[in-house]
């Protein structure tokens, strides 16, 4: 449709019309729905509002959505079709590893590759718009939706949301194989106090600017076509009905046209916070903040045409939130096809393809990160192995937005192991306890394979934990196994790191497996068995204990802090009980083979605003396996107008090399990668000292200093 027939659209919609675009409701409300995200309510419909509303929750599969179009268009009095809309995160008939295993391959290009992927797979059955990707800066494992975020850092977040855009939408979400993307959720969701699901945050605004809101901004840059409000407050005001930090920073300071949409409820869930008064209040307060889709709450749907028809609520806040959703499903085409891509052919052919499962597994081979191994790994076949543990056999390890597999398609540990190494001595004891039979077992084995951690069922949304250490069932059966034999190989599957002091002290070896996806556990025993070589890198910190959480690479030098000893020091920044360091840091993971980092070497020492300094490092691969390696940039502010973190990722280049191959690595150092909000929250650089490390996790310390000179009079004079 041309924008002019969109506009006469408009003018000819009732009050009541337009407001109903402005309603989501999940697949309940059309009768079966295998998919509820949130509390199942009554909105006291007509039997047929329903179908008349602007767009469907969680509603998948060709036929069943192209017949409920029929239906709702037929229904809705302009005959204006829906928008289906699904929360498919990392997968759809595919499941390809959990977000943060995705950021632990660090490698957002793999990401894109992955993102068009699912897109083929979701626009065949239909659906038009993704809740994807999800950007939640995480730093506190207590929240049970780290396993959703692609990590702890902002740089890297905001990489890879820009290439799950892309890889969802491309040039044209228009186009076949495509859907719309929706980022979430607006705004640091992943700051909720104490790592409770849905609680309250409290940032400043620098902190806010600087680290959590980096990754959406990066995703509007790249084009998403929708954002997501999130359930919390900011600056005690719930990001639903927060003005200014929908109106202001996102759409006047981002530059953000497209629809917004509130989570699962949350207009209403602003009485609840106490900031509304009621329905009525709600929805006026949601309108004027510019929230344009209610989802699942009934306050549009009940309140707003009392609100303008009262006049305390301009229609032209309906009109403008109206205009965009036409306008998305006028991008997406529906209006020429309102079936889209929707095609039980192409389902048929492309959910759960040679293709997509082959990607799924290559996903995993780079998100899995080996964190510990004291001369283990590899195994090879004529070893004796017992593999112990109940999540050996479980399924349930594809994530819990892994809404729309079928679990017979996910291929277990056990299974991946038996059928790529038929020939290998591994006996399976499935349980997370031992019997007498089971302690000879592993008494009399080479080696132990243990499995532990997470599966879905206890890591996601509303998954928060006050304690991320593993279950004392767990915990026990690794003391049982390690009497008898001490070498172990423990295998992590999960979402969010935990706490795991001990068993990483004991382990002989020690591996994160993620939720690895569909067909991730092929991907395990190829790393165990060497047939592949690991290089996956933590995209969060794994803490000794819940008590040092929230906590990042990204430290402050404190006014008294702790100088490089292990033990406790009075009178300075550092606990009593457990050192300031993690046990294990972002950007951390090993090899079998061994990467050498010659010293850094800078073309230059000093630079002005509008120049650049090229850092560079060989990297050799000086063992005996070919690999991957994540080459990783941090750069410190020595000292700024407000103080600054000990270091900064500021760029990673993912290379492969062959055994015996070396090659240089280069970064471009240019002044607006040293830009922060100064004391006076402007978006600047400052002159002065900068030390940067080129090196294979944020403990490198393989660094030089240069300097960033004053701008030069005649450049200011050019402004
Ligand atoms: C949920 C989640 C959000 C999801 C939405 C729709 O509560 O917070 O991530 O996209 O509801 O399912």
Same mark, same amino acid.
């Given at each position: 449709?041309?924008?002019?027939?969109?506009?006469?659209?408009?003018?000819?919609?009732?009050?009541?019309?337009?407001?109903?675009?402005?309603?989501?409701?999940?697949?309940?409300?059309?009768?079966?729905?295998?998919?509820?995200?949130?509390?199942?309510?009554?909105?006291?419909?007509?039997?047929?509002?329903?179908?008349?509303?602007?767009?469907?929750?969680?509603?998948?599969?060709?036929?069943?959505?192209?017949?409920?179009?029929?239906?709702?268009?037929? $229904?809705?009095?302009?005959?204006?079709?829906?928008?289906?809309?699904?929360?498919?995160?990392?997968?759809?008939?595919?499941?390809?590893?959990?977000?943060?295993?995705?950021?632990?391959?660090?490698?957002?290009?793999?990401?894109?590759?992955?993102?068009?992927?699912?897109?083929?797979?979701?626009?065949?059955?239909?659906?038009?718009?993704?809740?994807?990707?999800?950007?939640?800066?995480?730093?506190?494992?207590?929240?049970?939706?780290?396993?959703?975020?692609?990590?702890?850092?902002?740089?890297?977040?905001?990489?890879?949301?820009?290439?799950?855009?892309?890889?969802?939408?491309?040039?044209?979400?228009?186009?076949?194989?495509?859907?719309?993307?929706?980022?979430?959720?607006?705004?640091?969701?992943?700051?909720?106090?104490?790592?409770?699901?849905?609680?309250?945050?409290?940032?400043?605004?620098?902190?806010?600017?600087?680290?959590? $809101?980096?990754?959406?901004?990066?995703?509007?840059?790249?084009?998403?076509?929708?954002?997501?409000?999130?359930?919390?407050?900011?600056?005690?005001?719930?990001?639903?009905?927060?003005?200014?930090?929908? =109106?202001?920073?996102?759409?006047?300071?981002?530059?953000?046209?497209?629809?917004?949409?509130?989570?699962?409820?949350? &207009?209403?869930?602003?009485?609840?916070?106490?900031?509304?008064?009621?329905?009525?209040?709600?929805?006026?307060?949601?309108?004027?903040?510019?929230?344009?889709?209610?989802?699942?709450?009934?306050?549009?749907?009940?309140?707003?045409?009392?609100?303008?028809?009262?006049?305390?609520?301009?229609?032209?806040?309906?009109?403008?939130?109206?205009?965009?959703?036409?306008?998305?499903?006028?991008?997406?085409?529906?209006?020429?096809?309102?079936?889209?891509?929707?095609?039980?052919?192409?389902?048929?052919?492309?959910?759960?393809?040679?293709?997509?499962?082959?990607?799924?597994? =290559?996903?995993?081979?780079?998100?899995?990160?080996?964190?510990?191994?004291?001369?283990?790994?590899?195994?090879?076949?004529?070893?004796?192995? &017992?593999?112990?543990?109940?999540?050996?056999?479980?399924?349930?390890?594809?994530?819990?937005?892994?809404?729309?597999?079928?679990?017979?398609?996910?291929?277990?540990?056990?299974?991946?192991?038996?059928?790529?190494?038929?020939?290998?001595?591994?006996?399976?004891?499935?349980?997370?306890?031992?019997?007498?039979?089971?302690?000879?077992?592993?008494?009399?084995?080479?080696?132990?394979?243990?499995?532990?951690?997470?599966?879905?069922?206890?890591?996601?949304?509303?998954?928060?934990?006050?304690?991320?250490?593993?279950?004392?069932?767990?915990?026990?059966?690794?003391?049982?196994?390690?009497?008898?034999?001490?070498?172990?190989?423990?295998?992590?599957?999960?979402?969010?790191?935990?706490?795991?002091?001990?068993?990483?002290?004991?382990?002989?070896?020690?591996?994160?497996?993620?939720?690895?996806?569909?067909?991730?556990?092929?991907?395990?025993?190829?790393?165990?068995?060497?047939?592949?070589?690991?290089?996956?890198?933590?995209?969060?910190?794994?803490?000794?204990?819940?008590?040092?959480?929230?906590?990042?690479? =990204?430290?402050?030098?404190?006014?008294?802090?702790?100088?490089? &000893?292990?033990?406790?020091?009075?009178?300075?920044?550092?606990?009593?009980?457990?050192?300031?360091?993690?046990?294990?840091?972002?950007?951390?993971?090993?090899?079998?083979?061994?990467?050498?980092?010659?010293?850094?070497?800078?073309?230059?020492?000093?630079?002005?605003?509008?120049?650049?300094?090229?850092?560079?490092?060989?990297?050799?691969?000086?063992?005996?396996?070919?690999?991957?390696?994540?080459?990783?940039?941090?750069?410190?502010?020595?000292?700024?107008?407000?103080?600054?973190?000990?270091?900064?990722?500021?760029?990673?280049?993912?290379?492969?090399?062959?055994?015996?191959?070396?090659?240089?690595?280069?970064?471009?150092?240019?002044?607006?990668?040293?830009?922060?909000?100064?004391?006076?929250?402007?978006?600047?650089?400052?002159?002065?000292?900068?030390?940067?490390?080129?090196?294979?996790?944020?403990?490198?310390?393989?660094?030089?200093?240069?300097?960033?000179?004053?701008?030069?009079?005649?450049? $200011?004079?050019?402004?």
């Amino acid at each position: 449709m041309e924008q002019i027939e969109l506009e006469n659209l408009l003018k000819d919609m009732s009050l009541s019309e337009k407001i109903e675009q402005l309603v989501q409701l999940h697949g309940g409300f059309y009768g079966e729905t295998d998919n509820y995200t949130g509390p199942v309510v009554d909105f006291h419909m007509t039997k047929e509002q329903p179908y008349r509303i602007g767009s469907i929750l969680g509603e998948h599969g060709a036929q069943k959505l192209k017949d409920l179009q029929d239906r709702m268009m037929e $229904l809705q009095p302009h005959h204006i079709p829906a928008l289906f809309m699904a929360d498919v995160i990392h997968g759809y008939r595919t499941a390809f590893p959990a977000p943060i295993g995705i950021g632990s391959s660090f490698h957002p290009e793999l990401a894109e590759k992955i993102c068009e992927a699912v897109a083929r797979e979701a626009a065949a059955a239909g659906v038009h718009v993704t809740f994807s990707p999800m950007v939640d800066l995480a730093c506190d494992s207590r929240w049970g939706r780290c396993m959703e975020s692609t990590g702890e850092d902002p740089w890297l977040n905001a990489r890879f949301a820009e290439s799950m855009v892309r890889g969802f939408q491309g040039d044209d979400y228009g186009k076949k194989g495509r859907v719309a993307s929706c980022v979430k959720h607006f705004a640091a969701y992943g700051a909720v106090q104490s790592g409770r699901d849905y609680n309250v945050t409290e940032l400043s605004e620098r902190t806010l600017f600087e680290d959590y $809101l980096v990754s959406y901004r990066a995703a509007v840059s790249a084009g998403v076509s929708m954002v997501m409000t999130a359930f919390n407050t900011i600056n005690r005001i719930p990001c639903t009905t927060n003005k200014w930090l929908m =109106r202001k920073v996102l759409r006047e300071d981002m530059g953000f046209t497209g629809v917004l949409i509130s989570d699962y409820g949350a &207009v209403g869930e602003s009485i609840t916070h106490g900031s509304s008064e009621d329905l009525r209040d709600a929805a006026k307060k949601a309108m004027e903040a510019g929230c344009d889709i209610d989802m699942m709450s009934e306050c549009y749907l009940h309140q707003l045409e009392g609100l303008v028809r009262a006049g305390e609520l301009d229609e032209s806040l309906v009109d403008e939130a109206v205009m965009r959703i036409l306008a998305l499903k006028n991008q997406l085409g529906l209006f020429e096809n309102p079936y889209k891509d929707a095609s039980t052919e192409d389902e048929e052919k492309v959910l759960f393809c040679e293709e997509h499962q082959e990607l799924s597994r =290559r996903a995993a081979e780079e998100c899995i990160v080996l964190l510990k191994n004291e001369g283990v790994l590899p195994l090879t076949e004529d070893r004796k192995v &017992v593999v112990v543990g109940s999540l050996a056999d479980d399924r349930e390890i594809t994530g819990s937005w892994a809404l729309f597999v079928k679990k017979e398609q996910t291929v277990t540990f056990k299974q991946a192991i038996k059928e790529l190494y038929p020939g290998a001595h591994v006996e399976f004891i499935l349980s997370d306890s031992l019997d007498e039979a089971g302690v000879d077992a592993v008494k009399n084995a080479d080696r132990v394979i243990l499995v532990l951690g997470e599966n879905q069922s206890t890591t996601g949304e509303s998954k928060s934990l006050a304690d991320i250490s593993l279950p004392r069932e767990q915990r026990e059966l690794f003391d049982r196994v390690y009497e008898e034999n001490k070498n172990i190989v423990t295998v992590l599957f999960g979402g969010r790191p935990l706490a795991i002091p001990e068993v990483a002290e004991k382990s002989a070896a020690l591996i994160e497996g993620w939720l690895p996806g569909s067909c991730g556990c092929y991907a395990l025993a190829d790393i165990l068995f060497g047939r592949v070589n690991p290089s996956g890198k933590l995209s969060m910190s794994f803490p000794h204990c819940t008590g040092q959480l929230p906590i990042s690479y =990204r430290q402050f030098s404190t006014g008294r802090p702790k100088p490089p &000893v292990d033990h406790y020091i009075p009178f300075v920044s550092n606990y009593m009980d457990v050192p300031n360091t993690p046990l294990y840091p972002f950007g951390y993971g090993l090899s079998y083979t061994v990467f050498e980092y010659s010293e850094v070497t800078l073309d230059k020492n000093s630079f002005s605003k509008g120049e650049k300094i090229t850092a560079s490092v060989v990297v050799k691969n000086a063992g005996r396996m070919d690999g991957m390696e994540a080459v990783q940039l941090y750069i410190r502010d020595m000292k700024g107008s407000v103080v600054r973190p000990l270091r900064e990722f500021k760029g990673v280049e993912k290379i492969f090399l062959k055994k015996g191959e070396e090659r240089e690595v280069r970064f471009d150092i240019t002044e607006d990668m040293l830009r922060f909000y100064d004391i006076n929250m402007d978006f600047v650089s400052e002159p002065g000292d900068f030390t940067l490390w080129i090196g294979d996790s944020s403990l490198t310390e393989n660094g030089a200093k240069f300097r960033l000179l004053p701008q030069r009079q005649e450049q $200011l004079q050019e402004v």
